[in-house]
């Protein structure tokens, strides 16, 4: 029931009634129903969570469209319901209100009955009125019928009929057509917009037009800010001392419209939306606010405020229209001829060519000689610029003293190469390591070569390996073993060879043979056959006759192929053959050579045994050659170099196999040669460094230091005797990079000179060194640059406004101006409310809000009595208020109509009122009718077709396009048909435009401009095809896909980046597919959860004026098995799917069960919505991505600056339908953008 009001607010109302009248008309139609009523509200509260029913403050009611049916006269029926107003009967109040039942039933039904209860009613057909309180929901619209029929008796004496109406009537005012014909438009005279927010020109054209015409049409397509229109319009109104009823056929529309004021207009507006509790709060605050501002204010003072404001208003108009005047004369200057070099031109041109060059040629600081050349030649700045480069203002200190010679000092890469080895070495070498080597002094270079060959001699020596080791122990002694070793590595290698060759055919025809023959006699049988079909002959059945083993064996063999027929296939057969002959010979030899040596049998190593075995015959082979190429070598080399290897080879302990001695020989060489050796080169290194830091620091002291050049050599001597690495390396590049600079200072002073005599700002910034003169290069072409700053100064002594500055003021006194005129629409709405509420609204004000307080909860003996007072005071109130936002049928309820008149009527979404919003016409003077004929209609559901034509026939004769008022066109098309001159509102700020390019291709024409970018977006992506498998509709729903969005929804809930998002879901057939998914959701979400979502299940229809953050739209249909979906593309469904698919601002989830390719047609709307979804809107313009190609140098320059700032630069970046030169992103998120 909740989910159920959340939909439908507009329409529905519960009640708590009492005394069911039970009679049967003459037609045998039987009444059945309460007729004593009171409005009551449905209240959530999801914190505990629990729902109230509350009184609402409206008094009881009769439930008079019942009392009319049932025959009872209207002067009856109001005398009934004075009687209840005067007695304050309540249906809960049975001892008040069974005496009114008692009287009613017996006055209009003498025969009738009062019972206490059901039990005690007669028999069908005697009249009763019995006591059985109830709720019942029950619909708004009863109010419509009452506020009209009022509305018609009050016509003939009224002295004006609303232009609206008689538009839609076809008849023209008398009054207002005297008064049209003298009407003068304004022709260019602006008129004095009153603006508290921003506006584009189709929302200043709406105020513009009201205030020449009595009716406004407004076209709002879906988000393009028709409520921050209407706000801009309240505050243009509320200045000019007008009360506006701002009202739609639903109250989503409305919702926001209050915030969007300003603070200080709030309290003159009363936002009656929610339920009758939250409206009573909104009057409370408001009624609370007007009392302390006229407390606090008086009329002269607020009028001296606004002259003040009107004094500062018109000096800003003033300046603002100078600064757009001079704005003008600049760009007037674009049309003077200016002489230069001979030519004349335009200055825009000449100010385009300075622009369009400043980027390569403006680097020239001015001013500079007139002269047509530079007095220095290219290649003289090409190298002012390169010393530049290479001096500095330190060194030109140092190079006015002397400086020690390079050659005197070592290099620093020689300085640290030294000392890391001193350091390194310079520890005491164990005496014990001199018994192993000749007294003879060797080199490291001999040394190093030595470890060299040692460490490289035991790589790949795997002493755990038996079989390795026996290799190495048999290659040493050479012989037989030897020789076997070798048989084996050779019958692998060749083995494996010939295997390979013959595999190619073998793998390719795959050949299979099955024959009892042994294998020679099969090679040779094959090898017979394939000879003779290589001879001329041909293999025919007489040869097979002549050699049956032939035909035999022709039979027992075939291929992938089938028989043998050609020779390939018989040579294919004769490889397979010897491929297994050659594996099985090799097997044999490798198991028995092997065996017991812990290596793989050969059956152990799979189909290719031959693999495996070249693997290891690697590993024999250079086990065998060990001793030969390795160990022997190392002998002669250790004697070249004194190494007494024998030494060392003797003191380790004998082993009792022959195999053991190589491994004693790879132990010594790993663990006590390789190690003496680096022992040994330590030792002859340190010899040679000895005494070097002595010498070095000798050359420092013998230089005699001047004043200048003390600090450097201060920290060459430091650095020697700290032995620091840095500062040595610092201090020589330093002084090797003076001397190389000496030649260059005394060149460039010179050239400096010269320069300065012609261009003394370039000179200095050359010699400060100021951007870009601190390169190696001059910045460009010195001939074209020299011809810039001429054209530049030429252009400057031309040289008008600043209109970047101009452009600057004018922005900062648009926004000075908007807010000065919030603060005159302030003062002068206040104005108008002191001078509007006198002695007796100031006392209604306070009566009704002292009677509020008062009545508190609702609760208490005097409640029934003090709501009553408080109604009285109420119609006292509403002309206080000059601002009421309210629906429709709110509106009919609160105000008279031909009564209540309102300046301004202002009908939002019109296009979902139906005919019966016309009344709203009559509270008010003007009217500005907003909706949108692209978007949903009013449905006449309920309707009895040829009963309303019968209506029409016979009430709406002479009414133009009588037709249209058959309970589908709504108030907008009505009044479309009347009023004619729409506006329409073509800037959308609702949807990243991935989402709204779906509706603005199916209903507007692409016209529509999405101003937002997409990157403001929550999540990402923007649009999701979700298809739902194994799903079936039936009657309107389909409950795998409903289950489906239910648990995507729950899903998104849990999800941090959806944290802050408002969920919606649209059924796109009927309600009956959002029912079910609300009831999915409500189990799976509590209740908290489910409020702070603000989670709506509905239809299109339902949707209209609202928004959320994420929107899912469940298709629900599914096609027949063998058949197509009948196609979905009228006018009706148009509307539908342009008012579903544009809800959504941040993503938008297309949820469908169906194969759209083959259950739709071309051209369904499901089928186009389906596909913008799958395609992601990449129709649309998209903002380039990251890498795209920067199209000027500038471009390109600006881009690598930035990015050493930290920042990133994307060209041509697309902000809805616009696009900007550059978007600029900063690390935190912050963005710029540069045209």
């Not at 209009?108 to 009249?127: K, L």
């Not at 030792?683 to 230089?703: A, P, Y």
């Not at 597919?1073 to 409500?1082: E, F, G, V, Y």
Request: with cysteine; aromatic share 6%.
């Amino acid at each position: 029931l909740y989910g159920k009001f959340e939909r439908e607010s507009e329409k529905l109302q519960l009640f708590v009634a009492d005394g069911i009248l039970r009679i049967k008309k003459p037609d045998d139609v039987l009444i059945q129903h309460p007729i004593l009523l009171q409005r009551v509200e449905l209240v959530f509260n999801p914190s505990v969570p629990e729902f109230l029913i509350k009184e609402s403050p409206e008094s009881p009611e009769l439930y008079t469209p019942l009392l009319r049916y049932a025959g009872i006269d209207g002067k009856a029926i109001q005398q009934l319901r004075e009687q209840i107003e005067k007695e304050l009967l309540h249906p809960l109040d049975a001892e008040a209100t069974s005496e009114f039942f008692k009287s009613f039933i017996h006055k209009f039904w003498p025969d009738g009955a009062y019972c206490d209860s059901v039990a005690q009613m007669p028999s069908d057909g005697v009249p009763c009125i019995y006591r059985e309180p109830t709720f019942f929901l029950g619909y708004r619209g009863q109010g419509y019928v009452e506020a009209l029929e009022a509305y018609i008796q009050k016509l003939p004496d009224l002295d004006a009929v609303p232009e609206a109406l008689l538009r839609l009537v076809g008849t023209e005012d008398r009054r207002g057509a005297g008064a049209a014909k003298n009407r003068v438009e304004p022709s260019g005279q602006s008129i004095d917009l009153l603006l508290t927010k921003p506006a584009n020109p189709e929302q200043q054209r709406v105020i513009e037009e009201l205030e020449t015409k009595d009716t406004v049409m407004v076209q709002g397509p879906p988000g393009t800010g028709k409520t921050h229109t209407i706000a801009n319009l309240i505050g243009h109104l509320l200045a000019k001392h007008q009360r506006i009823l701002v009202t739609s056929h639903a109250s989503k529309a409305l919702r926001v419209v209050k915030e969007l004021l300003a603070p200080s207009l709030r309290p003159l507006c009363v936002s009656v939306l929610h339920g009758d509790d939250d409206s009573s709060k909104e009057l409370d605050e408001s009624i609370s606010g007007i009392i302390n501002y006229l407390a606090k204010s008086s009329a002269p003072k607020l009028e001296e405020e606004i002259r003040q404001l009107t004094v500062e208003r018109t000096e800003l108009v003033k300046e603002s229209d100078k600064l757009r005047q001079d704005l003008r004369e600049a760009a007037l200057m674009e049309y003077r001829r200016v002489d230069f070099q001979g030519q004349k031109n335009l200055p825009a041109a000449l100010g385009r060519r300075i622009a369009s060059e400043r980027e390569q040629h403006g680097w020239i600081p001015g001013p500079t000689s007139e002269a047509d050349k530079c007095p220095l030649s290219e290649e003289d700045i090409k190298k002012l610029y390169r010393m530049n480069s290479q001096l500095t203002d330190e060194d030109n200190a140092l190079l006015a003293g002397p400086l020690p010679s390079l050659d005197q000092l070592p290099s620093a890469k020689e300085f640290i190469s030294y000392f890391d080895q001193f350091k390194s070495l310079d520890k005491k070498i164990p005496e014990e390591i001199k018994e192993f080597w000749e007294p003879a002094s060797v080199g490291v270079v001999a040394l190093e070569r030595l470890k060299h060959h040692l460490a490289n001699a035991i790589e790949g020596v795997e002493l755990d390996s038996p079989w390795f080791m026996e290799c190495v122990q048999a290659g040493g002694e050479h012989g037989d073993k030897a020789d076997s070793w070798r048989e084996l590595i050779e019958l692998v290698r060749t083995s494996r060879d010939q295997i390979g060759k013959k595999e190619k055919l073998v793998v390719r025809l795959g050949p299979v043979i099955e024959s009892t023959l042994p294998a020679p006699d099969q090679i040779r049988i094959l090898q017979e056959i394939i000879e003779h079909l290589k001879s001329p002959k041909k293999f025919k059945k007489l040869t097979s006759l002549f050699h049956p083993e032939w035909s035999r064996l022709t039979q027992e063999a075939k291929t992938d192929q089938g028989e043998l027929k050609e020779v390939e296939h018989f040579e294919a057969v004769l490889h397979f053959l010897q491929i297994r002959q050659v594996r099985e010979n090799l097997c044999k030899r490798w198991d028995r050579q092997m065996a017991g040596r812990s290596v793989p049998s050969s059956e152990g190593m799979g189909p290719k045994p031959e693999e495996t075995m070249f693997a290891y015959a690697v590993k024999l082979e250079a086990a065998v050659n060990w001793m030969d190429e390795h160990w022997g070598k190392l002998k002669t080399e250790m004697a070249e170099v004194g190494l007494k290897w024998e030494v060392l080879f003797n003191r380790l302990p004998l082993q009792p196999h022959k195999e053991s001695e190589t491994a004693r020989i790879v132990h010594l060489i790993r663990d006590q040669l390789i190690p003496l050796t680096d022992k040994q080169v330590e030792t002859v290194e340190i010899k040679g460094l000895k005494g070097v830091r002595e010498r070095w620091l000798k050359t420092i002291r013998s230089l005699e230091p001047t004043e200048v050049s003390r600090p450097l050599l201060k920290t060459f001597e430091q650095a020697f005797k700290d032995i620091d690495y840095d500062a040595y390396d610092k201090a020589w590049k330093r002084l090797a990079q003076l001397l190389e600079r000496k030649p260059a200072f005394e060149e460039r002073k010179k050239l400096l000179d010269q320069l300065s005599k012609v261009a003394p700002q370039w000179a200095e910034a050359i010699t400060h060194r100021d951007a870009p003169h601190d390169t190696d290069r001059p910045p460009g072409s010195l001939d074209k640059a020299w011809t810039h700053r001429q054209l530049a100064q030429k252009l400057s002594g031309l040289a008008g406004p600043d209109v970047e500055k101009l452009e600057e003021r004018l922005a900062h006194l648009t926004e000075k101006l908007q807010k000065v005129n919030a603060m005159y629409v302030e003062k002068s709405a206040w104005k108008a409310q002191v001078e509007r509420t006198g002695l007796k609204q100031q006392q209604a004000l306070n009566g009704w809000l002292g009677l509020y307080r008062k009545i508190g909860k609702g609760t208490g003996k005097l409640v029934g009595k003090l709501k009553e007072e408080a109604r009285k005071s109420l119609s006292e109130c509403h002309q206080a208020v000059p601002v009421w936002i309210m629906p429709v049928s709110r509106a009919l309820e609160s105000f008279e109509l031909g009564t209540t008149d309102f300046d301004v009527i202002i009908v939002d979404e019109a296009s979902q009122c139906d005919v019966l919003g016309l009344a709203a016409f009559g509270l008010g003077k003007k009217i500005v009718v907003i909706g949108d004929h692209e978007q949903v209609s009013p449905y006449a559901v309920g309707f009895e077709i040829d009963r309303v034509q019968g209506l029409i026939d016979e009430f709406l004769d002479g009414i133009p396009n009588k037709q249209l008022y058959d309970g589908k066109t709504s108030v907008y098309d009505l009044a479309r048909q009347a009023f004619g001159g729409i506006i329409r509102l073509i800037e959308h700020f609702r949807c990243v435009p991935e989402i709204i390019q779906f509706s603005n291709q199916l209903c507007y024409g692409g016209e529509i401009l999405p101003l937002r970018e997409a990157s403001t977006s929550q999540v990402y992506p923007h649009l999701i095809a979700h298809r739902v498998q194994g799903a079936a509709s039936e009657n309107k729903t389909n409950a795998v896909e409903a289950l489906e969005v239910a648990s995507l929804i729950t899903a998104i809930c849990r999800l941090e980046e959806f944290d802050r998002c408002t969920v919606g879901a649209i059924c796109m057939v009927g309600t009956e597919q959002a029912i079910k998914i609300d009831s999915i959701l409500r189990r799976c979400l509590s209740a908290t959860e489910y409020r702070r979502r603000r989670i709506l299940c509905g239809n299109a229809s339902q949707f209209q004026g609202d928004e959320r953050d994420v929107v899912f739209l469940s298709l629900v249909d599914t096609a027949q098995k063998g058949g197509a979906l009948a196609l979905r593309s009228s006018d009706e469904w148009r509307r539908i799917y342009n008012v579903a698919a544009s809800r959504a601002r941040d993503q938008l989830w297309v949820v469908y069960s169906m194969d759209p390719h083959r259950d739709l047609k071309k051209g369904d709307l499901r089928l186009g919505l389906i596909s913008h979804a799958q395609k992601g809107g990449v129709e649309s313009k998209r903002a380039q991505r990251p890498g795209e190609q920067f199209d000027s140098e500038f471009a390109k320059s600006l881009n690598e600056r930035l990015v050493e700032l930290g920042y990133r630069a994307v060209p041509k970046y697309a902000i809805g339908e616009f696009e900007v030169d550059f978007l600029i992103e900063g690390n935190a998120g912050t963005k710029a953008v540069v045209s």
